[in-house]
């Protein structure tokens, strides 16, 4: 019935009322929603009169990224269920619920808070032990699907090229250097992912681990470091079947776009490596856009043109950039439906990245018909 109730305001559009003003939502506003990933602020607990759940309920809002702020420090786990499923009754399309659980220093559902307890990917590549390793890949799948969550911003499958990077191998986030042994293990964490109907985002691509500088912070050009094998986990991974989704980094590479444009923000890098050369169909996430190797750079407007123009189809702004001004949903989407109307986005464009979101959505068994009421039994009822 959801998806009947989907195809039908897509077709024909529907009225709504917003602030007391009736107002128009045709099927473009809905697909723009889709290619918007928020983060929620500080809140922790639901708010029904907060404006973020009306943006939800009226379909300009795609997903939610969790960080954690968003945990309430009494009572955790039911004021963070019931923060999740009540999200998720209100838009007609069901968000994607996002989340960091790589494990390790990457880690928000932690275990002062009742959950199981997570290691570093650096340290599960040191036990080398299927048991141990499925062991705690499991624990970060069950923290998240306790809570509702349903899509992962991991496997990290960058290559511990630089053993100093302070963002990706000194902070333990590499499974090694080796290709294949860094896309066994994200092959593991995809695997035990899905078995639950969790989706996973495999990052940073075009590969971040030859970096010496943080792209939270700036510019991180690895032009000189950049090496052609850390595609190659991505190459594997794709051959296999086992990819969800891919998230770009904001590395700037001048062999692969001489324009130096991060890879975010690169059509060279995005349509054409990850697209065209790898032959990839799926969804692309940016990784966040107010991260300051873009914030500080590009500017609000230019960033998400030239991410869309570059393939990205949803876009990040998870308003955790200390420092940085929050991004409102109407900030974003109507810049996004601002660049369609001024004919800088094509409506194909939009229409192809809300095609492969929503078939995402569909294989994580979002759009099936009784999927509220398996959240809310999973959710509410224990």
Same mark, same amino acid.
């Given at each position: 019935?959801?998806?009947?109730?989907?195809?039908?305001?897509?077709?024909?559009?529907?009225?709504?009322?917003?602030?007391?003003?009736?107002?128009?939502?045709?099927?473009?506003?809905?697909?723009?929603?889709?290619?918007?990933?928020?983060?929620?602020?500080?809140?922790?607990?639901?708010?029904?009169?907060?404006?973020?759940?009306?943006?939800?309920?009226?379909?300009?809002?795609?997903?939610?990224?969790?960080?954690?702020?968003?945990?309430?420090?009494?009572?955790?786990?039911?004021?963070?269920?019931?923060?999740?499923?009540?999200?998720?009754?209100?838009?007609?399309?069901?968000?994607?619920?996002?989340?960091?659980?790589?494990?390790?220093?990457?880690?928000?559902?932690?275990?002062?808070?009742?959950?199981?307890?997570?290691?570093?990917?650096?340290?599960?590549?040191?036990?080398?032990?299927?048991?141990?390793?499925?062991?705690?890949?499991?624990?970060?799948?069950?923290?998240?699907?306790?809570?509702?969550?349903?899509?992962?911003?991991?496997?990290?499958?960058?290559?511990?090229?630089?053993?100093?990077?302070?963002?990706?191998?000194?902070?333990?986030?590499?499974?090694?250097?080796?290709?294949?042994?860094?896309?066994?293990?994200?092959?593991?964490?995809?695997?035990?992912?899905?078995?639950?109907?969790?989706?996973?985002?495999?990052?940073?691509?075009?590969? #971040?681990?030859?970096?010496?500088?943080?792209?939270?912070?700036?510019?991180?050009?690895?032009?000189?470091?950049?090496?052609?094998?850390?595609?190659?986990?991505?190459?594997?991974?794709?051959?296999?079947?086992?990819?969800?989704?891919?998230?770009?980094?904001?590395?700037?590479?001048?062999?692969?776009? #001489?324009?130096?444009?991060?890879?975010?923000?690169?059509?060279?890098?995005?349509?054409?490596?990850?697209?065209?050369?790898?032959?990839?169909?799926?969804?692309?996430?940016?990784?966040?856009?107010?991260?300051?190797?873009?914030?500080?750079?590009?500017?609000?407007?230019?960033?998400?043109?030239?991410?869309?123009?570059?393939?990205?189809?949803?876009?990040?702004?998870?308003?955790?950039?200390?420092?940085?001004?929050?991004?409102?949903?109407?900030?974003? #989407?109507?810049?996004?439906?601002?660049?369609?109307?001024?004919?800088?986005?094509?409506?194909?464009?939009?229409?192809?990245?809300?095609?492969?979101?929503?078939?995402?959505?569909?294989?994580?068994?979002?759009?099936?018909?009784?999927?509220?009421?398996?959240?809310?039994?999973?959710?509410?009822?224990?």
């Amino acid at each position: 019935m959801k998806g009947l109730k989907v195809a039908i305001f897509l077709a024909i559009g529907f009225v709504t009322s917003f602030n007391g003003f009736s107002q128009e939502i045709d099927s473009l506003d809905i697909k723009i929603g889709q290619m918007v990933m928020i983060g929620i602020g500080s809140i922790d607990e639901y708010d029904s009169t907060d404006r973020l759940v009306k943006y939800i309920e009226d379909g300009y809002v795609g997903g939610i990224v969790l960080y954690e702020k968003n945990i309430l420090r009494k009572n955790p786990k039911p004021a963070l269920k019931n923060l999740v499923y009540n999200y998720q009754t209100k838009p007609n399309i069901p968000l994607f619920i996002s989340i960091d659980e790589e494990g390790g220093r990457v880690n928000r559902l932690k275990t002062k808070y009742g959950f199981l307890p997570t290691i570093s990917a650096a340290k599960m590549a040191r036990l080398n032990n299927s048991d141990s390793v499925s062991h705690y890949i499991s624990n970060i799948v069950s923290n998240m699907y306790e809570m509702g969550i349903n899509l992962n911003y991991a496997p990290d499958v960058d290559l511990a090229v630089n053993p100093y990077n302070p963002v990706i191998a000194k902070v333990e986030r590499s499974y090694g250097l080796d290709p294949a042994d860094v896309s066994k293990y994200a092959m593991e964490i995809v695997r035990q992912h899905r078995l639950m109907g969790i989706g996973t985002v495999l990052k940073h691509f075009p590969g #971040h681990g030859s970096s010496k500088s943080d792209t939270h912070l700036g510019i991180a050009d690895v032009t000189n470091y950049w090496r052609f094998e850390e595609l190659r986990p991505y190459k594997i991974m794709l051959d296999s079947g086992m990819v969800d989704a891919v998230m770009t980094a904001h590395i700037v590479n001048a062999n692969l776009d #001489h324009r130096k444009y991060p890879s975010t923000l690169s059509d060279k890098v995005v349509t054409g490596i990850l697209r065209d050369f790898l032959n990839y169909e799926g969804v692309v996430f940016s990784d966040d856009m107010q991260m300051m190797a873009i914030s500080d750079h590009y500017g609000f407007e230019n960033a998400v043109k030239l991410a869309i123009l570059a393939g990205v189809d949803v876009l990040m702004f998870a308003n955790n950039v200390p420092g940085s001004e929050n991004v409102t949903v109407k900030d974003l #989407h109507g810049m996004i439906r601002k660049l369609v109307d001024s004919g800088e986005i094509s409506e194909s464009s939009i229409d192809e990245s809300y095609n492969r979101i929503i078939k995402m959505k569909s294989d994580l068994g979002l759009l099936s018909p009784n999927y509220l009421e398996q959240l809310q039994k999973r959710l509410l009822d224990n």
